[in-house]
C-alpha cells in the first residue's frame, strides 16, 4: 500500500482585493460594534482569517512524506520553476505556480492508497479541492469520504481525539507529549506564514512545511502501533 503524508501552507488575499460585497460580509460582525477598540480587534481577526478560506486565500507550499521511500517532497510557490534538495535530510524542494502545484499533488494522490493528515479533513482536503475548482482542476480522488472510515484518510486529529469525543490540541501540543520534535522548534509557526511570505521568504515556509509532514509522520508511527485496531 502506497502512503503519503501530505500538508498545505496557505496565505490570504488582502481585505481591499475583494469586492465590497465581500468585504462588508467578512466584516459584518466587526461594522455592528461601537466599540472602536473592538471594532479594529474584529476587523483584524477577520483579516487574519482569511488564510483559512480557499475563497479569500491561495495555496504557498505543498508538503508530502513517502512512507515508502522515507522522502520528503515540498512544492512551493515561486515565479520560476527552482528545485534544490536538503542538505541534513532526504528532502527535496521545487518551486512553481499555485496551479501546477495543485495539479502535481492531484497527480500524485491518482497512484497513491492513503494519505495521512493532520486536520485534513476539516481543512487540508477541502482547501484544496476548492481551490482546485476555482483553478479549473479537477480532484483526481475524494479523500473524505466516510469520516469513519480510515482506509483511505487516516486523519490523526480525529484519531487522536476519537473523532471529536475529546479535547482537540494543535500539532505542537501533540508533538512535545508524544516526544516528538515539533516543527516550531526553530520558532517558524503557522501564525507567521504570511509575514515570511510576504517578506519574500517562501523557502523558510518552504521547509517548515517539509517540517510539518516530517513530525505528522512521526505522530502516525505512534498511532500506528499503539493505537491502529486496524491493523
Known sequence: ???????????????????????????????????????????EDAER?????????????????????????????????????????????????????IKRFWEIADKIDQVITFNGRNFDIPFLMMRSAMLKIKPSKNFLGYRYDSKKHVDLLEQFTFYGITRKFNLDFYCYSFGVKSPKSKEVSGMEVKNLYEAGRIKEVAEYCGNDVTATYKLYQIWNEYLNFEN
Not at 465590497?20 to 466587526?30: G, I, K, M, T, V
Not at 512524506?65 to 510557490?77: I, L
Not at 520553476?81 to 505556480?97: I, L, Q, R, T
Request: one cysteine or more.
Open 49 to 101: 482569517f482569511l488564510s483559512l478560506y480557499p475563497l479569500t486565500a491561495k495555496v504557498v507550499a505543498i508538503g508530502m512524506y513517502d512512507v515508502t521511500n522515507e522522502k520528503v517532497h515540498v512544492y512551493y510557490e515561486s515565479e520560476k520553476e527552482e528545485e534544490w534538495n536538503a542538505e541534513e535530510k532526504p528532502a527535496s524542494y521545487k518551486g512553481m505556480s499555485e496551479e501546477n502545484m
Open 1 to 43: 500500500m502506497r502512503k503519503i503524508v501530505f500538508d498545505i501552507e496557505t496565505v490570504g488575499c488582502k481585505m481591499s482585493d475583494l469586492s465590497e460585497s465581500q468585504q462588508e460580509y467578512l466584516l459584518r460582525d466587526a461594522l455592528k460594534e461601537t466599540d472602536q477598540t473592538i471594532r479594529d480587534q474584529k476587523t
